[in-house]
C-alpha cells in the first residue's frame, strides 16, 4: 500500500507561485509513475500533470503548459508540481496520485493511490 499526502496549498494572488508536494509511504514509488489532479467546486476532477517513472517523461494539460512543471525527489519518496503565474481560475483542491505502472499516465482510472487533497485558492 501507498499513502500520499499533500501539502503546500494556500491563498495567493494572481500572478504568485506555489509549490505543492506530495510525499508518499508505506513503499517506495520510485518505479511508479506519478500525477497531480484537481476538482474545482461544481466540477468534475481534471487531469493537471504527470510525470514518469525516472522523471524522463512529463505530461501537462493544455491550461498549464508553461506555468507548472512537475518534479520528483527519489530520496525523499516525494514529487513536487511547481505552479507559477497562477491565474483565479486554478483555485481548486489539487490531488496527487501515484499509478502501479512505470509508464506515464494521464487518466484518473489509472492511479491506483490517491491523496487527500490541499486547497489552492487564487485571489484576482
Known amino acids: 500500500q501507498v499513502q500520499l499526502v499533500e501539502s503546500g496549498g494556500g491563498l495567493v494572488q494572481a500572478g504568485d507561485s506555489l509549490r505543492l508536494s506530495c510525499a508518499a509511504s508505506?513503499?517506495?514509488?520510485?518505479?511508479?509513475?506519478m500525477g497531480w489532479f484537481r476538482q474545482a467546486p461544481g466540477k468534475e476532477r481534471e487531469f493537471v500533470a504527470a510525470?514518469?517513472?525516472?522523471?524522463?517523461?512529463?505530461n501537462y494539460a493544455d491550461f498549464v503548459k508553461g506555468r507548472f512543471t512537475i518534479s520528483r525527489d527519489y530520496a525523499k519518496n516525494t514529487h513536487y508540481l511547481q505552479m507559477n503565474s497562477l491565474k483565479p481560475e486554478d483555485t481548486a483542491v489539487y490531488y496527487c496520485?501515484?499509478?502501479?505502472?512505470?509508464?506515464?499516465?494521464?487518466?484518473?482510472?489509472?492511479?491506483?493511490?490517491w491523496g487527500q487533497g490541499t486547497q489552492v485558492t487564487v485571489s484576482s
Open positions: 508505506g513503499r517506495t514509488v520510485s518505479s511508479s509513475s
Open positions: 496520485a501515484a499509478t502501479d505502472t512505470w509508464a506515464i499516465r494521464t487518466s484518473i482510472r489509472e492511479f491506483k493511490y
Open positions: 510525470i514518469s517513472w525516472n522523471g524522463g517523461g512529463k
